[in-house]
């Protein structure tokens, strides 16, 4: 009975063994498509090789330090903006804020919406621990969005009332000759 005890042991470890080998297959073949679809996001925004580096190096970075719970390509986004907004140096020994690729691009590519992304920038700028002028311009933009949108919101009824389309309108019935006609010879047999 002693001799049984420890290759039942045995078989236990090496289902243990065959689990994790499994879950890390699991997890490389989950980073390898979360890889192949970051860049597809990249190269349909044409991202300079410094900002697409960049950008999965601190993703892989945040990866290990936190949970980043929902889709893995809004978290990218996140990492990619910062990374588009560092200054750049140009050829003319200046610098340029930020490499040019829109935040409306990085969301539609991404199939992020603009709060989503707000909220995620949140907890993006904390675990980055970003410095304050870069958090007060994206809570400046999140506030003139909010603004945008209130004002949207009051004047877009207003604005379908008074620019109709002209499939929508009633059609006029028009009027000829026999009809214009009509209306002034009743009109002179009136006086």
Do not use: F
């Given at each position: 009975?002693?001799?049984?005890?420890?290759?039942?042991?045995?078989?236990?470890?090496?289902?243990?063994?065959?689990?994790?080998?499994?879950?890390e297959e699991e997890e490389a073949e989950a980073e390898r498509d979360t890889r192949q679809r970051y860049e597809e996001l990249?190269?349909?925004?044409?991202?300079?090789?410094?900002?697409?580096?960049?950008?999965?190096?601190?993703?892989?970075?945040?990866?290990?330090?936190?949970?980043?719970?929902?889709?893995?390509?809004?978290?990218?986004?996140?990492?990619?903006?910062?990374?588009?907004?560092?200054?750049?140096?140009?050829?003319?020994?200046?610098?340029?804020?930020?490499?040019?690729?829109?935040?409306?691009?990085?969301?539609?590519?991404?199939?992020?919406?603009?709060?989503?992304f707000f909220n995620k920038m949140k907890k993006w700028e904390d675990m980055a621990n970003l410095p304050s002028q870069f958090r007060e311009r994206t809570a400046r933009l999140e506030r003139n969005f909010t603004v945008s949108a209130v004002i949207f919101k009051k004047y877009e009824p207003i604005f379908q009332d008074i620019f109709k389309h002209p499939q929508e309108d009633q059609p006029r019935q028009q009027r000829g000759r026999k009809q214009r006609w009509g209306f002034i010879m009743l009109t002179e047999a009136l006086t």
């Open positions: 009975a002693a001799l049984l005890a420890p290759a039942g042991q045995e078989e236990a470890e090496d289902e243990e063994d065959e689990g994790k080998r499994e879950e990249c190269g349909s925004l044409n991202m300079d090789e410094r900002a697409r580096e960049e950008a999965w190096l601190n993703y892989q970075s945040m990866k290990r330090n936190y949970t980043l719970e929902g889709d893995s390509l809004h978290w990218l986004a996140c990492s990619l903006y910062v990374a588009c907004r560092k200054a750049v140096p140009t050829v003319s020994r200046g610098t340029v804020e930020g490499n040019y690729v829109s935040l409306i691009r990085i969301l539609r590519c991404s199939g992020q919406s603009l709060i989503e």
